[in-house]
């Protein structure tokens, strides 16, 4: 079956603009993660989706920061007034709970604010 | 908190040879999990090898094999009869039993040299 898939691969964007990012978990995986890839943090949970539901933000690295999950599904990751720092490989991975705790991951979006 | 530190930026070895990467994580918690992923330029985060706190048993999966000292907090990753595909980025992961985040380590670049 398909693996996670994450859109789009790339996004080059502007100081100040918002973004999207989406994120479909493998078929039936119930638990959703976001992490994020940078030069000077290295690797960092963001959030966690079970379900709908999101029982750990507390990555999030500032209120610009905001995600959502639907239908149990596809998930998006919306950073407002996007900021260098943001520029980074955000990554999103998914697992099938509780039957297994192994997180599968997308390829990433990577994220250049210019 | 949970840190994980992988010492070793960059490491390299010839075509066959074995090659051991390091990791060292800090926790006061006894039960865990423990990881490593590799990351080729594709970005795709695979998983490699999985070890339980509780088991004292060494964890392998064919051409790899962990060194686990839990009394150390030492989780070392020995890749045998290395082979091209496995030039990669390795992270090193932890996860607390009962929660969902991965915490990880810097990563290691690993090159071959055929």
């Known amino acids: 079956g398909a693996g996670v898939s994450q859109s789009p691969s790339n996004k080059v964007t502007e100081k100040g603009k918002d973004v999207e990012l989406r994120c479909d978990p493998i078929s039936g995986h119930t638990a959703l993660y976001w992490y994020r890839q940078s030069l000077g943090q290295g690797l960092e949970f963001l959030i966690y989706f079970q379900g709908n539901s999101a029982p750990d933000k507390s990555g999030l690295p500032s209120d610009r920061f905001s995600a959502e999950r639907t239908g149990g599904s596809v998930s998006t990751l919306t950073i407002q007034r996007t900021q260098q720092e943001d520029s980074a490989v955000y990554l999103c991975a998914s697992s099938l709970l509780p039957v297994s705790y192994e997180q599968y991951f997308g390829p990433g979006t990577r994220l250049t604010v210019t | 908190a949970q840190t994980v530190t992988q010492s070793q930026p960059e490491m390299s070895v010839q075509e066959a040879e074995t090659v051991t990467l390091s990791c060292t994580y800090d926790?006061?918690?006894?039960?865990?999990?423990l990881f490593w992923y590799k990351q080729p330029p594709s970005r795709q985060m695979i998983l490699v090898i999985r070890?339980?706190?509780?088991?004292?048993q060494n964890a392998t999966e064919n051409r790899f094999s962990v060194n686990f000292q839990k009394a150390a907090k030492s989780f070392s990753l020995k890749i045998s009869d290395s082979q091209l595909g496995d030039a990669a980025m390795y992270f090193c992961a932890y996860r607390r039993r009962g929660a969902q985040k991965l915490v990880f380590g810097q990563g290691t670049r690993l090159t071959i040299n055929p």
């Open positions: 926790t006061s918690e006894s039960d865990y999990y």
């Open positions: 070890q339980e706190a509780y088991k004292q």
